[in-house]
């Protein structure tokens, strides 16, 4: 009895518990990737937005820079 019940446990754990872990580890890689997505877009409408005080701040940077 003891050793047909460890082994319906074993089955059990197999197909519904690894399952899940992997499920979740996939959810979170998937939440990431869509969180990176949405902050390169409002990065680059940030600077399509100030294109022009981007523009600015780079020459000012790059004059500094060479002015070294």
Same mark, same amino acid.
């Given at each position: 009895?003891?050793?047909? +019940?460890?082994?319906?446990?074993?089955?059990?754990?197999? !197909?519904? $518990?690894v399952?899940?872990l992997? &499920? &979740?580890?996939?959810q979170g !890689? !998937?939440?990431?990737a =869509?969180?990176v997505? $949405?902050? $390169?877009? =409002?990065? =680059? +409408?940030? =600077?399509v937005?100030?294109?022009?005080?981007?523009? &600015?701040?780079? &020459?000012a940077i790059?004059?500094g820079?060479?002015s070294?």
């Amino acid at each position: 009895m003891g050793r047909r +019940l460890g082994a319906a446990m074993e089955r059990l754990r197999a !197909t519904a $518990v690894v399952p899940v872990l992997r &499920e &979740e580890r996939a959810q979170g !890689t !998937t939440e990431y990737a =869509i969180l990176v997505g $949405v902050l $390169v877009v =409002i990065a =680059i +409408l940030a =600077i399509v937005a100030f294109r022009d005080k981007v523009s &600015e701040l780079w &020459e000012a940077i790059s004059s500094g820079i060479n002015s070294l």
